[in-house]
Nanobody, 118 residues
Framework: QVQLVESGGGLVQPGGSLRLSCAAS????????MSWYRQAPGKGRELVAD????????NYADSVKGRFTISRDNAKNTVYLQMNSLKPEDTATYYC???????????WGQGTQVTVSS
C-alpha cells in the first residue's frame, strides 16, 4: 500500500521557520523524483520545489528561492522541506508528490497545513 505522510506543519510567525517531512512507504522511494506543492485557499496547486531521485539536482519556484530547501534521505524514505524566513503568503496546505520519471506515475500525500501569521 502506497503511502506519503506529511508532517511538520503548524502556525508560525512571519520570519520564522518550519521543517516539513514526507515519509514514504509501499514503493521504491529511490526510484521516484520528489516534489513539494502547495495550495492556498481559493488558488490552484503550485509547485514549490522538486528534487531528483538521488538528490543531485533541485528546482524551486521563484517565490521561495533562497528561503526554502528541499532535501531527501533515501535510506529513510523521506523528503524534507526546510522553510525559513516565512511570509504570510506562504500560508497554504503543503503536499508531497512522488513521480516515477520513466512513466509519469505519481502519488500524492494528504497534505499538511502551514499558517504564517502574527
Amino acid at each position: 500500500q502506497v503511502q506519503l505522510v506529511e508532517s511538520g506543519g503548524g502556525l508560525v510567525q512571519p520570519g520564522g521557520s518550519l521543517r516539513l517531512s514526507c515519509a514514504a512507504s509501499g514503493f521504491t522511494f529511490s526510484s521516484y523524483a520528489m516534489s513539494w506543492y502547495r495550495q492556498a485557499p481559493g488558488k490552484g496547486r503550485e509547485l514549490v520545489a522538486d528534487i531528483t531521485r538521488i538528490g543531485d539536482s533541485t528546482n524551486y519556484a521563484d517565490s521561495v528561492k533562497g528561503r526554502f530547501t528541499i532535501s531527501r534521505d533515501n535510506a529513510k524514505n523521506t523528503v524534507y522541506l526546510q522553510m525559513n524566513s516565512l511570509k504570510p503568503e506562504d500560508t497554504a496546505t503543503y503536499y508531497c508528490k512522488a513521480r516515477l520519471v520513466r512513466t509519469g506515475l505519481s502519488y500524492w500525500g494528504q497534505g499538511t497545513q502551514v499558517t504564517v501569521s502574527s
